[in-house]
DNA sequence: GTCTATACAAAGATAGAC
DNA sequence: GTCTATCTTTGTATAGAC
């Protein structure tokens, strides 16, 4: 709930309010379960984040896939984002604002990003070692470039209304390390 | 002022107490400037906006300069919001609350981005046809890859804190661009 | 766990004096 | 153009009853 309000308006723009409204309790009923709103927007990060990187631990842990089917299932939630026409990814979302957020909501941002690229780091080089992958750049600046290029491309995409935006950059990613 | 708020903070960051402290002045002399928050916001954007776009412009008509020397123009702003540690894109902030914005200050981000598209595009069919750049992607997908692959660096960046980041995408980008 | 009631601060905005 | 004073709403948060 808190989740989906962020996604779409960030941190500044849901309340305690808005989420009793929507999970259809008071105000102080939602204080309850969370003190503060720092400590609300922290598990909201903090559980997103751990959701995300179990996911990506067990296809990475999982040598049934090769690296580009991992890259893939990578990919997945950037379509669905990219396929509603009002969410983009939580931490994408909150970077905007990030000189606004709590401390603690900062700390869960920033690991995100970090163990994004250094998942897709890992990818990549089992990638090229296994010849699936052709590259000339580092693993670690290639894995900064696919990140920042799939968060770009959800928060621009949103604002331009451009539907296919999302689907062209993955095809151009795709292309980039297979091809070449 | 507020644009400077805007960067770090985002819109709902930012309030006509915030700008009154840091011009000196007291709130209802700034709203006597801007009767509503939303006429502020969308100002602020505008400005960003069409200075940033007279520049593009006047590079762009300007047959002196290579394509890549005006793409090389282009990514100046990028690098100094990337040498801050606290400011990005003014429409890359607003992009992550996007949709708890005002419809005019909504309208204003998409303008830019879609200019920017533009722009790039025809920077891209430029250089292809004089023989300066070889890349195989539809010019308006690649201008897409280059302006997320840009804003992306930006928040992520901020976020992480890792002041090189910008400075290596932008150089995978243009060795994307002549190379290939 | 959920509620009513309440405290307190901040935000957007207006009226009217100088 | 700038100010003081004020209004209204909203937001975070607490106290205490059920």
Redesign the interface.
Known sequence: MAQELTQ???Y??FSFNHIAERVGIKKPSVIHHYPTKEALGKAVVQRYRETFEAALQSIACDSDKTAFQAFEFYCTPYTDFGASN?K?CL??????????LPDDV?KE??QF??DH?LWLEGILKRGKKAGEFSF??KPN??A??I???????L??K?????GD?VH??IA?LK??LIG?
Chains 1, 2 share one sequence.
């Open positions: 779409t308006g960030g500044n723009a009002d983009v931490c994408g979302a909150l970077a905007g604002e990030f000189m606004a900062k941002v920033k990003f970090e690229i000339k750049e600046i290639l900064k470039l990140l920042d290029s799939l968060q770009g491309a928060i621009v949103r604002a331009t209304g451009d935006q062209q950059i151009a292309s980039r070449n």
